[in-house]
C-alpha cells in the first residue's frame, strides 16, 4: 500500500474563497513516498454542503495533465500527484462548505482536517453586484448615530462618514450600537493586548471580541469586504474603540476628555478588495484629522545633524525595472537610510546587566566572524535609576566609565564603520517616572501620580517640552544619532489629580515628535505604543522622516509557543499599521535558536522594516548570518529591505490554520521585482502543507511583461508571462509551481522582470535576480537597463547596492553550447575575472565580492557597484 505523506486541497482547508464562476472547480495534491505507487482502489472525495443542507460525495478524478513543479527541499524525494473534480452547485446556494476524505480498499475513510477546520466557497453573481448601500451594511443601527458618503481617495471603493455625540467627560464612556455585521462571512479585528500591544482576532459568521478593538474588517457573503475605523485621539475625545454583545452587534465606545458634548466619527470603507477597503477608511479618516489639525509644511524639517556632506547630496531614485534606454540620467548613489543598516541590541543579550565591556566583547565577536554591523542599540540598563525604577539623571550609569559620550567615542574609534548608536529610554524617563530625589527631579517640575497602584512622579505638563529638549540636547552632545522610546502607553495609565486626558494624550507626544526630530531627523522607534491614540496623532501626518514602529509584543526566545504566533501578529498587525506614516518594526531576534532563528531571519527580511539581531556574544549561526546582510563596498552590512511592507496575502487567516501563510513585498518601482513569502506556521510539528503559487498571488506585475519566478530555498526557476486583460488565462495556467512546507519552513518566492533580447546569433530573455545568496537578495539590485547598441550585440546594465553572489537569468544559458568564457563582463569598468563567474542551467552566477578584492577597487564617489554584460 502507498504510504501518504500529505492530502492538501485547492483552495485549501479553513479558508473562505470567492468563486469565479458557477462552475467550481477543486484540486487535491497526494504526495507519496517515491518508492510507491497510489493503487487502483484509492479513493478521493469531496464531501461538500450548500446552504448547510445535504452533504455530498463528489469523487476526484487523477489529474493527467503535467503538475507544476513542487518547490521542496526537504521533500524531493516524494512524488507529487493531482487529483481534480468539477461540478455546478444548487443555483439557489449562496456559499457551499467543503471538506474531503479518502481511503484505499479498506471500508473506513481517512478525513481531511478536523471538526471546524472545513473550507468555504461563497458564490455570488458574476461579476459582483453593485456597491452595498450603507443601510444594507449594518443591522438595527442606532438613532443616534448619522452616516454621509464621502469622496474615497482609493480606487474601486466607497466610503462613509457616521458621526454621533459623546458626553461630557465623566470618566465613563459613551456606547453606541453601530449595528450587526450584515451578511458577514468571516471578520479581522485587531485588538488590544495588554494595554500597550494590539494583536488579531478572527472569526466567523457572528461578530464577537473580548478585548477593546481599533479595527474591524469583514467580508460579507456577496464578497465585499467593509473595514470599519474609528477615529480617536482629536478634539479632546481620549478613547475610541470597539466592542461587541452576546448578539454580534458592534459598538462604538467612546471616552470624552472634554467637559462639553463632542462630535466623534467612525469611517466605514467598501471594497471587493480587503485592502483598499482599510485604505479607503484611513485615508479620509487622515484627510480629516490633516484639515483640522493643518499639514506641517516641509519646511520644518530640519537638515539632519548626522548627515554627512555626501549624504546632503539631492538624488534622483531610480527604482528597479528593465528601461528602454531612454532614460533620464541619474546620480550613481543609492539613497542608505537608517533602518536598511543591519543592527545589534543588548537586550535578549545582555539584559539590564548591559555595560561597556560586554558591549565591546560582542561587537568584537561580530567583527572577526566579518560582521560590520551598522546601528548599535544600547537597550535598557544604561540609565542611572534607583530601586523604584525612576530616573535618577541623564548621564550613563557606572557601568560605562567616562559617562555615555566616552562610550559611544569608544564604540565609534574601534568600529568606525557603525554609522549610528542608539539609546533606549521610556516616554516618562524609566519606568515610574522620575526620582524627586535626583537630579532631575531637583531640575524639573514633578506631578505626583498613579499607575498600577504604584506612585510615581512625571515631569509637569508645562516642563515636557524643557525636559524633552534638555534630554535629547545631551544624548545628541553625547554622539548618540537615534532613539529607542519605550513605554509609551503609560501616559494613559496616569491616575491622579494632576492628571488630564488633554495633558497625557498631548505634551508627551508632541516633546517626542518635536524633539526627535529636531535632533536625531525623526531616528526614532516608537514602542509599546500600539494604539489608535498613537497611530493617529503622531504617526499619520506625511510631513516628517518616518520612525519605525514596534509592530508586536516582544521576542520572547525562551517560549517556544511565541515564536509562531510572533511572525503571524506582526503580519495580520500590518493591514493597518502599513498605512500609518511609519516602518513596522518586527522587533529583534537572535539566530541560534533552532528551528525557529531561520523562519525568524526570513520574516524580519520580508517584512521591510529594520533587521537587528540581539546574539550573546559568541553564539552565533554564520548560516543565518550570511543570508540576511550584505557588505556595502564602504565596508558596513545593511539589510535588504524591499520598497513596502509586506502585508497578509489573506487577511482573514487565522492562527493555526491547517494552511501556509502568504506575506507578499515588492522591490523596486513599476517593472521592478514581486516578491512572495510562505510560512509554515502551524502549532503541531509534524504539519506539512502543500499549496499552489500562482501569478495572481503575486503583486505589482505587468500585463503584458515576462518574468522568472525563482524559490529562494531551491533554486527552482519557471518563466511565465503576465496575459493582457482582455486574455481568458485558465486557472491551471495560473498555478506556477506549488510549496511543499514542514513545520516552521518557509520560502521566498522572487517574481524577476525580463526583457527580450535579439542579437546576431540568437533571441533570448533576460533580467538581473538579484543577490542568490540573501533572502531578499532581490532588494540588492538599484537599477538595471537592457539596450541593443546595433552590431548584433545587447548590453545590460546593473548597479547594486552590495556585494555578493549576482544572479542573472539567461533563458537560452543551459542549453548554450557557447562558453560562458565567451561572455565580456565588466565591473566598475574592469573585466570581470573569469574565476569569479560560474552558471547553473539558465542562472548566470557572478561573485561581485570575489572580483572586488582581486581587481582591488575602491569605491571612490560612488556606493554602487556597477556591472555591464555584453551579449553576442
Known amino acids: 500500500m502507498a504510504i501518504i505523506c500529505s492530502v492538501s486541497l485547492d483552495p485549501p482547508l479553513s479558508s473562505v474563497t470567492c468563486a469565479k464562476s ?9 504526495t507519496t513516498s517515491v518508492c510507491s505507487k497510489l493503487p487502483s482502489t484509492f479513493q478521493l472525495e469531496l464531501w461538500w454542503s450548500s446552504n448547510n443542507v445535504e452533504w455530498i460525495a463528489s469523487p476526484f478524478a487523477l489529474d493527467t495533465r503535467n503538475v507544476p513543479l513542487c518547490a521542496s527541499k526537504q521533500f524531493e524525494d516524494e512524488n ?81 462618514k457616521v458621526t ?30 495588554q494595554t500597550s500591544w494590539m494583536g488579531p482576532v478572527h472569526g466567523r459568521d457572528i461578530f464577537s471580541v473580548d478585548r477593546p478593538a481599533f479595527m474591524v474588517l469583514f467580508q460579507r457573503k456577496d464578497g465585499y469586504h467593509i473595514c470599519v475605523l474609528p477615529l480617536s485621539n482629536m478634539r479632546n475625545l481620549l478613547t475610541i474603540y470597539m466592542s461587541s454583545d452576546s448578539s454580534g452587534n458592534l459598538w462604538l465606545n467612546v471616552l470624552n476628555d472634554a467637559s462639553g458634548h463632542r462630535t466623534f466619527s467612525t469611517f466605514v470603507g467598501v471594497s471587493k478588495d480587503p485592502q483598499k477597503a482599510v485604505q479607503a477608511a484611513l485615508y479620509s479618516l487622515r484627510t480629516m484629522i490633516q484639515s483640522f489639525r493643518g499639514v506641517l509644511t516641509r519646511s520644518l524639517v530640519p537638515e539632519d545633524p548626522a548627515a554627512t556632506d555626501s549624504d546632503r547630496v539631492e538624488s534622483v531614485v531610480v527604482y528597479p525595472g528593465l528601461s528602454d534606454g531612454n532614460a ?119 506631578t505626583k501620580c498613579r499607575v498600577y497602584n504604584d506612585d510615581i512622579y512625571i515631569v509637569s505638563e508645562n516642563d515636557v517640552n524643557r525636559f524633552y529638549d534638555d534630554f535629547y540636547k545631551f544624548l545628541y552632545s553625547s554622539g548618540i544619532t537615534a532613539v529607542k522610546a519605550d513605554v509609551q502607553m503609560h501616559i494613559y495609565d496616569l491616575e491622579g489629580d494632576g492628571i488630564s486626558g488633554t495633558f497625557v494624550r498631548k505634551e508627551y507626544q508632541d516633546a517626542l515628535k518635536l524633539h526627535s526630530l529636531r535632533y536625531f531627523y525623526r531616528r526614532v522607534s516608537y514602542c509599546m505604543a500600539m494604539s489608535s491614540q498613537y497611530f493617529y496623532y503622531s504617526l499619520l501626518q506625511t510631513s516628517s522622516p518616518k520612525p519605525t514602529l514596534r509592530n508586536s509584543d516582544d521576542f520572547f526566545p525562551n517560549i517556544p509557543s511565541s515564536h509562531h504566533w510572533h511572525i503571524y501578529c506582526n503580519s495580520m498587525n500590518t493591514i493597518l499599521t502599513s498605512l500609518l506614516h511609519a516602518i513596522p518594526d518586527w522587533d529583534m531576534f537572535m539566530t541560534n535558536i533552532p528551528p525557529y532563528s531561520m523562519q525568524h531571519a526570513a520574516a524580519r527580511c520580508f517584512s521591510g522594516g529594520p533587521v537587528y539581531i540581539t546574539d550573546i556574544a559568541g553564539f552565533h549561526d554564520m548560516n543565518v548570518l550570511s ?44 517593472g521592478g521585482f514581486s516578491m512572495l513569502a510562505a510560512f ?54 495560473d498555478i506556477l509551481m506549488l510549496t511543499k512546507l514542514g513545520n516552521s519552513q518557509w520560502d521566498v518566492f522572487t517574481a524577476a522582470p525580463l526583457a527580450t533580447v535579439k542579437t ?45 553572489i549576482l544572479g542573472i537569468y539567461m533563458s537560452d544559458l543551459g542549453s548554450l553550447s557557447t562558453s560562458i568564457t565567451k561572455l565580456l563582463i565588466t565591473i566598475q569598468g574592469s573585466v570581470v575575472p573569469l574565476s569569479s563567474v560560474s552558471s547553473e542551467d539558465n542562472i ?29
Open 22 to 30: 458557477r462552475i467550481l472547480e477543486f484540486s487535491a495534491y497526494i
Open 80 to 160: 507529487v500527484h493531482r487529483f481534480l473534480v468539477k461540478f455546478v452547485p444548487p443555483l439557489n446556494a449562496d456559499s457551499i462548505e467543503f471538506t474531503a476524505r479518502y481511503r484505499f480498499d479498506n471500508p473506513g475513510w481517512n478525513w481531511c482536517g478536523h471538526l471546524g477546520s472545513n473550507g468555504h466557497v461563497l458564490l455570488y453573481t458574476v461579476p459582483y453586484r453593485d456597491y452595498p448601500i450603507f443601510s444594507s451594511l449594518f443591522g438595527d443601527v442606532s438613532e443616534e448615530l448619522e452616516e454621509s458618503e464621502l469622496v474615497s481617495e482609493v480606487v474601486d471603493s466607497k466610503v462613509y
Open 164 to 193: 454621533g455625540v459623546a458626553a461630557p467627560i465623566s470618566g465613563k464612556t459613551t456606547n453606541v450600537k453601530l449595528g450587526t455585521p450584515s451578511e458577514m462571512r468571516q471578520y479581522l479585528s485587531l485588538v488590544r493586548i
Open 328 to 446: 533620464e540620467p541619474v546620480l550613481g548613489t543609492w539613497y542608505e537610510q537608517w533602518m536598511d543598516l543591519f543592527g545589534f541590541c543588548t537586550w535578549n543579550s545582555m539584559g539590564i546587566e548591559v555595560s561597556l565591556d560586554k558591549v565591546m566583547k560582542a561587537l568584537q565577536e561580530l567583527h572577526d566572524r566579518g560582521i560590520r554591523v551598522g546601528i548599535v542599540i544600547l537597550d535598557d540598563g544604561w540609565q542611572v535609576t534607583n530601586d523604584k525604577r525612576q530616573l535618577m539623571q541623564f548621564d550613563a550609569n557606572d557601568r560605562f566609565p567616562g559617562g555615555l559620550k566616552h562610550t559611544v567615542s569608544t564604540i565609534k574609534s574601534t568600529f568606525p564603520y557603525i554609522k549610528h548608536v542608539a539609546v533606549w529610554h521610556a516616554l516618562l524617563g524609566y519606568w515610574n517616572g522620575i526620582s524627586p530625589d535626583g537630579e532631575l527631579g531637583k531640575k524639573y517640575s514633578l
Open 627 to 670: 543570508q540576511i546582510q550584505a557588505q556595502t563596498i564602504r565596508g558596513s552590512s545593511v539589510a535588504l529591505r524591499p520598497s513596502r511592507v509586506a502585508t497578509a496575502l489573506d487577511p482573514y487567516f487565522g492562527f493555526n490554520q491547517k494552511r501556509l501563510l502568504f506575506l507578499t513585498n515588492f522591490a523596486g518601482g513599476t
Open 680 to 733: 509554515n506556521i502551524h502549532e503541531n510539528e509534524n504539519s506539512t502543507f502543500c499549496e499552489p503559487v500562482r501569478k495572481s498571488m503575486l503583486p505589482g506585475l505587468v500585463a503584458g511583461g515576462d518574468y522568472v519566478l525563482r524559490s529562494y530555498i531551491t533554486g527552482y526557476t519557471a518563466e511565465f508571462t503576465i496575459p493582457d486583460a482582455s486574455s481568458n488565462e485558465d486557472d491551471d495556467e
Open 760 to 804: 546576431q546569433f540568437r533571441t533570448l530573455k533576460i533580467g538581473a535576480l538579484g543577490l542568490l545568496n540573501n533572502i531578499t537578495g532581490a532588494a540588492a539590485v538599484e537599477r538595471q537597463k537592457v539596450t541593443v547598441p546595433g552590431k548584433g550585440r545587447a548590453v545590460l546594465d546593473v548597479d547594486m547596492k552590495v556585494l555578493g
Open 844 to 872: 548566470l552566477k557572478i561573485d561581485l565580492t570575489k572580483a572586488w578584492t582581486e581587481l582591488n577597487l575602491s569605491s571612490k564617489w560612488s556606493n554602487e557597484v556597477s556591472l555591464r554584460i555584453y551579449i553576442t
